[in-house]
Every structure is written in C-alpha cells, then in structure tokens.
Nanobody, 122 residues
Framework: VQLQASGGGLVQAGDSLRLSCAAS????????MGWFRQAPGKQREFVAGVTSAGSTKLADSVKARFTISRDNAKNTMYLQMNSLKAEDTAVYYCAAARINRVIVSSTLYEYWGQGTQVTVSS
C-alpha cells in the first residue's frame, strides 16, 4: 500500500486546512486509516483515525476542531482542520492498518505516507 499525503501549508492561527491522503490499495476499504503528527523535538502522536465503515476517533486536543473522513470509492482520506493553533504545527502523516478498529498506537500501523508540513503562525 502506498500513501500520499498532501494539503499542508503555512497558515495563520484561526485558519483552516484540509489534508488529503491518497492510497494505492485495491482493497482500501479493508484498512483503518489514521493521521499522526510530529512536531520538532516531540514524539509522533495520534491525531485521528477512521474505520472503513466511517467510525472515527480523534485526539482530545483536536476533537472540537478537526474532522476526519474517507471516500472509499476514491481511495482517499481527509482531515479537515479548523481553528488552527500554533501548537498544531507539525509534519502530518497518514497511515494504514489492516484491522477493524481505530488504534492510537503508531506501532500498529503498517503503512505510512511521506508526511506534509503544517505550519501555523500566531
């Protein structure tokens, strides 16, 4: 499975961005998809995940501001990020795992995209 993340950029606090993750998998619907992020000097952390059926889980720090979704027909996952804050600045990675529920541990995701930089200026 190859994953391609896109949509990052430089924005101001309070702005919105939508990240996309395109997957090459024929059986995209068989994978749980997730977004993780890593800020400089920090460990990679879970942001959001979505099952093939559309069940979602988001980190408490983004729950009120971010929305995760997927379009199985387009083999694509999205992360809508609203009310961005400086602390959201990080490289955002998409990941896939052949499981049937969202998990927050990055070690259990088998496939990773290359990352897209999100920078929020305050």
């Amino acid at each position: 499975v190859q994953l391609q993340a896109s949509g990052g950029g430089l924005v101001q606090a309070g702005d919105s961005l939508r990240l996309s993750c395109a997957a090459s998998a024929r059986s995209f619907g068989g994978y749980v998809m997730g977004w993780f992020r890593q800020a400089p000097g920090k460990q990679r952390e879970f942001v959001a995940g979505v099952t093939s059926a559309g069940s979602t889980k988001l980190a408490d720090s983004v729950k009120a501001r971010f929305t995760i979704s997927r379009d199985n027909a387009k083999n694509t996952m999205y992360l809508q990020m609203n009310s961005l804050k400086a602390e959201d600045t990080a490289v955002y990675y998409c990941a896939a795992a052949r499981i049937n529920r969202v998990i927050v541990s990055s070690t259990l995701y088998e496939y990773w995209g290359q990352g897209t930089q999100v920078t929020v200026s305050s």
